[in-house]
């Protein structure tokens, strides 16, 4: 399976959790509490695996982009420090 198609496999995952809890809310469906948190830790731990695999597959890419080496380090230290701290 190529790069770009595990990204999208992976954010296909994330939108499925994300709409099983959607419909349930959506439709008054009764909500177990702990099946809920589940699919949110699911969803969040999903998208953290998608964003590894985005800066492993596309980090040379965005390196390459025409920007300002201050820009894009100030750019990238946001970008991590904002991972870390979640």
Do not use: W
């Amino acid at each position: 399976m190529s790069d770009d198609k595990q990204l999208i496999h992976r954010l296909n995952r994330v939108q499925g959790q994300i709409e099983a809890i959607r419909k349930r809310l959506v439709n008054q469906e009764p909500m177990d509490c702990v099946e809920t948190l589940r699919l949110i830790k699911a969803a969040n731990n999903a998208l953290k695996k998608f964003g590894e695999a985005y800066v492993s597959t596309h980090l040379k890419e965005c390196v390459r982009q025409d920007v300002p080496r201050e820009d894009l380090e100030a750019s990238l230290q946001e970008v991590v420090s904002s991972a870390f701290y979640l």
